[in-house]
């Protein structure tokens, strides 16, 4: 406790007029002045400049763990689509996992079919971003030829370079518990992938 600080416990505690005969100590502030050495030419930093890099190499994300999808055709289903003047079309539901660790942004899925007639609009769809762990279940459309056995290709890719296929051999009618569980998963969009 400074002198300061017990001289106004006495004053508070004594009052004003039963204190005025106590000596009163003299109050000095302490003032501490540091002075910082001057420094004459001092040494200067230089950095050195790096050669720009004209041609930098890209990796090849599809390889690394930083982008690896899974693409999985769970299933096919034919139907005809007058609305857009196609006859025979099928429906192909595939699934996209994101089982890397960076998230993808651009990943444009596209189906085609071996006996693909006119394209369909329903035939590609496009994921802004899909984040690690998380999966996205698609219906693509693709205008195929009247009762053949059609092998359809799911394509996955993104600016970044990531290039993911799958195919599948006369891929058949669903039955309907399959078809309304990947319709739920459809209606769910982007969820995390279950384990």
């Known amino acids: 406790m400074t002198r300061y600080h017990l001289a106004l416990f006495f004053f508070i505690a004594c009052g004003l007029a039963a204190c005025s005969s106590l000596p009163r100590l003299p109050v000095t502030p302490a003032i501490t002045i540091r002075a910082f050495p001057e420094v004459e030419d001092s040494p200067t930093l230089i950095i050195p400049s790096f050669p720009q890099i004209e041609d930098t190499p890209?990796?090849?994300?599809?390889e690394s763990t930083a982008f690896?999808?899974?693409?999985?055709?769970?299933?096919c289903n034919t139907g005809v689509d007058i609305s857009h003047g196609l006859g025979e079309v099928t429906n192909i539901y595939a699934l996209i996992q994101?089982?890397?660790?960076t998230e993808a942004s651009d990943v444009r899925v596209v189906a085609s079919a071996n006996d693909e007639g006119q394209s369909h609009p329903d035939k590609s769809q496009t994921v802004q971003h899909l984040p690690p762990g998380y999966e996205v279940t698609f219906k693509l459309t693709v205008d195929t030829q009247f009762r053949q056995g059609t092998t359809v290709t799911v394509d996955v890719t993104n600016p970044a370079g990531l290039q993911v296929s799958a195919s599948k051999d006369d891929c058949r009618q669903l039955d309907r518990s399959s078809l309304s569980t990947i319709e739920l998963a459809i209606q769910q969009g982007i969820r995390r992938i279950a384990k």
Request: glycine share 12%.
């Open 98 to 101: 994101n089982a890397g660790t």
């Open 68 to 75: 690896k999808f899974n693409v999985l055709i769970l299933g």
């Open 58 to 62: 890209t990796p090849t994300p599809a």
